[in-house]
């Protein structure tokens, strides 16, 4: 255990070296590049200042964030409340796991043309996608997780009488939140998926709809940037969820640990 | 047989029968759903067609070249690009993984790399591949490479520190140790990579028939729903569920066949059985 401990400063040059050196590649290679797909780093840069550090790119970044936030929380939230009674109940789970097995198998991205039909181009239309994607995930696995729990524990809690509300609280939702995790992470990326593709398909604002934007008007460092945008809000929102489940299932990791110590 | 043990086995199988039916009703029930909403006009037919009209609406389409073209078409950008991200996926884990200095020089820029979501790549594809299936190709492997690598490498560094001085006091070549000791412990994280992937990549593959219009299922569902033929757009989204459940049972039972010597899978096996 000690060895792994190397002093800060080392570890810090260890984790930069490939970033750094690979991106510096990227900008000598592309520095007096004449191709037209691939413009210099130093230009893609540039345009990314100008584009992103403005008010105007405000009106296109917000939205997109904002029907990702509304139609990933309706889907967790619903995800979880469905997921709990299913899940603790053997009859409703073996009536309802062929269809829930069905609906997520669908590849949510299908869901753009269809839900465009009942919701028209608007916003509406965006987050229900983003609901309809996210939410097969975390019902399923909150599913599993409720049926997992442990059996000691759930008599415990029965022959003590505690209440509904506090059962749930204090003993439903920790002992299935590792697995509910599980479905919230991959619900993330289905979410950010179904928003690019849904702006590309029919919107009026938002990030993906300007990359196609750029893409079709030949506007390449501005493309390189949106891309670019768009890898920087992938990393910023699995570090957020990251430190969020960090705080959350803390007593979780540390458990895990010390078991495996031991 | 004693007749105990006749019984005992009778109630398994009825209770096996019985949950098997259960998730029939459930099937069933759905359906009838789907075919009485829109006839009670709860929601207008001409979004969502009863059941029954889309069902009709597949077997007349199944019945066309079309479908079996932008089915084929489908499973093989599906096929092609699942199997490239787990080759590369393996042979680049089990590099990285085996060298403690690679690993911690790589690991910041996996870390980096993973969470870009791969339809950010959808125009830079578009732009030099048009709608051929490189553009699919391309959305698929970078989006089901990430969860091959990461297992294997999760894999590779679970392997037991002693077995490994083991294999290597008793003078196991690189090739033996990685044959023998690496890969039996990495095998169990890999397979659970390649459950992933193989449900990524479908994903991955249909939305770049969505969004770029790529041969395949997905173009089938906006060029229909364009059109205004809606029961052969619904008829076209249930194959893209059924092809997405065989894949997942698919990985599922393959994980089962590979692990079958696994301790894990032999418990999962025994209970089911018990």
Redesign the interface.
Known sequence: MKKSMSPLPRRVVVALALPVTLIAAWWITSADSQSFYFPPLQTILHTFGKLWFSPHALSNIVPSLWRLSVGYLAAAFLGIAIGVPVGASRNLRNVLEPVLEFLRAIPPPVLVPVLILFAGLGNEMKALVIVFGCIWPVLLNTVAGVRALDEVLAETVRSYRIGRFARLWHFVLPGASPQIFTGLRQSLSIGIILMVVSEMFAARDGIGFVLVQYQRSFAIPEMWSGIILLGIIGIVLSLLFRAFEAWLLGWYHGLRQSQRAG | MPTAQKTKVRAKLTARTF?WL??????I??AVLLEVIPRLGI?SP??LPPFSAIMVALFKEMTTATFWTALSDTLEAWAIGFVISVVAGVVIGLAIGSSQLLR??????IE?L???????????A???YGSQIQSTLVLVVYASFWPVLIQVLYGVQDVDPVARETARSYGLNTWAQIRYVTWPTALPYLMTGIRLAA?VA??????SE??IDTQG??KE??DT??GGA?AI??A??IV??????I??LGARALERRVLAWHPSVRLDIAEAGA
């Not at chain 2, 479908?202 to 939305?207: E, K, S, V, Y």
């Not at chain 2, 893209?240 to 459940?245: F, M, S």
């Open positions: 949950i259960q998730g029939l009703s459930g099937l029930g759905f929601v001409d979004y911690g020089l790589t690991h910041s820029t980096f993973r969470p870009i979501p791969s339809v950010a790549l959808i125009p830079l578009v732009l030099l449900a479908l994903i991955l593959a249909i939305t969505v969004a299922l997905g569902i906006t729903e364009s809606v757009m619904y076209y989204v893209a569920g059924i092809i997405g459940v894949v997942n």
